[in-house]
């Protein structure tokens, strides 16, 4: 059965800095995969998603991630990290089934 | 367009009491699901519908119910409310899950808090 494993549950980064949120899933196959945000008291929305073709996919808000499949990972990275990236973030993979299964969330707290 | 729509925000049952939650989509969507969120575990996935008149169960159903009369409705039900689904529900709604080559995105709505004394 698919899995999604978000290692770090909660990140502390200084503004300005790089960011880089881990995401390791469990699947046979080429999966589907999804990076969501969810910002305080509020609903998820995609951040981007990767189907296939080129590893390094871009998303919105000045995020990209990297699926590499020798790791099994789905890393979400910004390079230069904002107060209002201050959120939760959720990795997610669609496989062979219409349900998606998510991690259980990195929470990024940025500093001034 | 509004998108997806959760009605009421907020909610405090007592236990043993019975209430409805309604997600409404404006989206022509096929499909819709309802998620719970508690700290530490994610989204758990409850039911979903993969058309108008259709449900089914995901990962946690127990103690809940559901109706998809009108391909823009979704209701879940608590028939007798306990402390255990006290929670963030959130109700999300996308096209076909999954076509040739691609997997459509779902979109969320904002989420109802309810509290289960």
């Known amino acids: 059965a698919q899995s999604v494993t978000q290692p770090d549950i909660h990140i502390t980064v200084s503004e300005g800095a790089s960011l880089e949120l881990r995401c390791n899933y469990s699947?046979?196959?080429?999966?589907?995969l999804f990076w969501y945000v969810q910002s305080p008291g509020q609903g998820l929305q995609l951040l981007l998603k990767?189907?296939?073709?080129?590893?390094l996919v871009q998303g919105i808000k000045g995020f990209e991630a990297e699926f590499k499949r020798s790791q099994s990972s789905f890393n979400l990275r910004k390079p230069s990290v904002h107060w209002s990236d201050a959120a939760e973030y959720f990795c997610a993979v669609g496989a062979n089934t219409d349900k998606l299964i998510f991690g259980t969330g990195t929470r990024l707290q940025v500093f001034p | 367009n509004a998108g997806v729509t959760q009605t009421p925000k907020f909610r405090v049952l007592k236990t043993g009491q019975s209430m409805t939650l309604l997600c409404a989509q404006d989206?022509?969507?096929?499909?819709m699901y309802w998620y719970r969120q508690d700290p530490g575990m994610g989204l758990r996935l409850i039911h979903y519908s993969v058309g108008e008149g259709t449900t089914a169960k995901g990962e946690v159903p127990d103690g809940y119910n559901v109706s998809r009369l009108k391909k823009q409705n979704f209701l879940l039900g608590l028939e007798s409310a306990a402390p255990s689904q006290t929670s963030v529900y959130f109700c999300?709604?996308?096209?076909?899950?999954?076509?040739?080559?691609?997997?459509?995105?779902?979109?969320f709505g904002p989420g109802t808090r309810l509290t289960v004394l």
């Open positions: 990767y189907f296939s073709g080129d590893t």
């Open positions: 699947y046979g196959a080429t999966p589907y």
């Open positions: 999300a709604s996308s096209r076909a899950a999954r076509t040739f080559l691609s997997y459509n995105e779902q979109f």
């Open positions: 989206m022509n969507h096929e499909y």
